[in-house]
């Protein structure tokens, strides 16, 4: 069982950034593949990136690439995700997750465990 819970988000002006973190508890932290994903009001949750339990594969969505760093540090059980040059259509609830899967996991169906989500808002 893993129990993940979000912090960092809030109000932030367009080309802001962020950085979110994701506290997992549980002694098998770095054996899981860590993401994070956002859900817009009216919309679907959707993928945004993923790291591997080493770090050494992560991916991106395509419209975060350059912009949002994903990062991990085993020993502190964390996960982050830094977010600069912010725009209006970032605005969402973000949310953490954990999987088993060794492949690089994209869909919210290879994700085992959520976390509760952190508003982040881009307004002027």
């Known amino acids: 069982q893993v129990q993940l819970v979000e912090s960092g988000g809030g109000l932030v002006q367009p080309g802001g950034s962020l950085r979110l973190s994701c506290a997992a508890s549980?002694?098998?932290?770095?054996?899981?593949?860590m993401g994070w994903f956002r859900q817009a009001p009216g919309k679907e949750r959707e993928f945004v990136a993923t790291?591997?339990?080493?770090?050494?594969?992560?991916y991106y969505r395509d419209s975060v690439k350059g912009r949002f760093t994903i990062s991990r540090d085993n020993a502190k059980n964390t996960v982050y995700l830094q977010m600069n040059s912010l725009k209006v259509e970032d605005t969402a609830v973000y949310y953490c997750?954990?999987?088993?899967?060794?492949?690089?996991?994209?869909?919210?169906?290879?994700?085992?465990?959520w976390g509760q989500g952190t508003q982040v808002t881009v307004s002027s």
């Open positions: 790291i591997s339990w080493s770090g050494g594969r992560i």
């Open positions: 997750a954990a999987s088993r899967a060794m492949v690089v996991p994209t869909t919210l169906d290879e994700y085992d465990y």
């Open positions: 549980g002694r098998t932290f770095s054996s899981y593949t």
